[in-house]
Every structure is written in structure tokens, then in C-alpha cells.
């Protein structure tokens, strides 16, 4: 499961990358979303605002992400809900340098329609895709049947402020993925990792 999370870290980075560079031919779907100043920065789970951040940092809800995923348009112009079943699955979702209430910095989801996968970021730069010729075998997840991250990390406030990394600069990354969530903690030391049922929203594992 850790080598998962990592893996989608890295790709996430080569693709925003390439994005950036202008070296993937991307198209933008919709408006990109609306600049906000973020909060101000406090050290362990009490900051309003990304782990290793400062100053104005967009930040975007689990929310927000899923509903601007149903505009994408992912093959011949068919368009998807992401309470959708039948041909269209979410594979895997994926929140980098989430803050307290699990507003993320960037959202990622692997998405498959037919015989289509596709790699699919919500980021300051709005929605854009990318075809996964690999393609990618994981349980459908489906949004109406798991807890949401906010309520997550609301339940789990208590153990998730106790694992995090004391007197250093906190980064927080979740993965989505075979009916678990994976919460990363990495600051000062190793990273501290929790898994969650998506259910129930119980913790079913730390490595500490």
C-alpha cells in the first residue's frame, strides 16, 4: 500500500510537470478555480493550511473535485457523474498536501470508461486528463458508498493529531484505493501511515 501511495506521488509529479512545460497536450475543462488566500500556518494537525506550505495556497474540497470531474469529457464527448456506474469507474482518488479539514492542494483520480483508462488532476489549473495506456486494475470506488475524506479526518481527528510528526513542518497525502484510505504523515523523521476502512472510517492499521 505504501509503495502504491508512493508510485501515484511520483506519477503526479511527472505528469504536473509536464503539464507546466507545456509537453503534454492537455485540454482544460471549464473555468480554473478561484484563487484564496489560506490560512494561517501553524506546525502539527491544528493548521488550516497544506503541510510545507506558507503564504497564499490554493486549497480545493473533495467536494468541489468530484463535481468538476463530471464535466470532463473522457471519450467521444460522453460526460460522466461520478455517482455514475455501468461503463464509467473510479479506480483510484489521490489528495496531496491536504490541510486539517482534507481540502487538498491537488486531487488525482484513475478513472476507466470501456475499454479507456485515463489519469484525470483537479489543480489550480482546473481539470485536465491524460489516457493510461497500461491501464490499471483496482476495485470501482463509488462515491455515494464511502465516507468522505472530511468526515474522515473529522472522526479520526484524535489518533491522526497523535501520529503526526511533533515540532516539524507536516505534509499529509490520502489515497483512495481497494475500499481503504491511506493517510501519509511526513514531516520530521519517518512517514507515518494509517489505513482506514472507507466504509466505516475505522482505523485498520499504523505502523506505529
Excluded at 456506474?85 to 498536501?97: H, K
Amino acid at each position: 500500500m505504501r509503495n502504491r501511495a508512493l508510485f501515484y506521488g511520483v506519477l503526479f509529479i511527472i505528469v504536473a510537470g509536464c503539464l507546466i512545460l507545456g509537453c503534454l497536450f492537455l485540454p482544460l475543462f471549464g473555468q480554473p478555480p478561484q484563487k484564496t488566500p489560506a490560512p494561517t500556518v501553524n506546525i502539527g494537525f491544528t493548521s488550516g493550511t497544506a503541510g510545507n506550505m506558507s503564504g497564499e495556497v490554493l486549497l480545493y474540497s473533495f467536494d468541489e473535485a468530484t463535481a468538476n470531474l463530471a464535466k470532463i469529457d473522457v471519450t467521444n464527448g460522453t460526460k460522466f457523474s461520478a455517482h455514475e456506474t455501468g461503463n464509467i469507474s473510479i479506480l483510484s482518488i489521490m489528495g496531496t498536501d491536504l490541510d486539517t479539514d482534507a481540502n487538498a492542494k491537488n486531487w488525482a483520480f484513475v478513472v476507466r470508461h470501456g475499454n479507456t483508462t485515463s489519469f484525470v488532476t483537479y489543480d489550480r489549473n482546473g481539470m485536465n486528463r491524460v489516457n493510461w495506456p497500461a491501464g490499471f486494475s483496482g476495485k470501482e470506488i463509488r462515491i455515494d458508498q464511502i465516507i468522505l475524506p472530511g468526515v474522515l479526518f473529522d472522526r479520526n481527528r484524535e489518533i491522526i493529531s497523535k501520529m503526526s510528526p511533533a515540532k516539524s513542518t507536516l505534509s499529509r497525502q490520502l489515497v483512495l484505493e481497494s475500499g481503504n484510505y491511506t493517510l501519509t504523515l511526513s514531516g520530521q523523521g519517518s512517514p507515518r501511515v494509517l489505513v482506514f476502512d472507507a466504509t466505516t472510517g475505522a482505523l485498520i492499521s499504523s505502523n506505529e
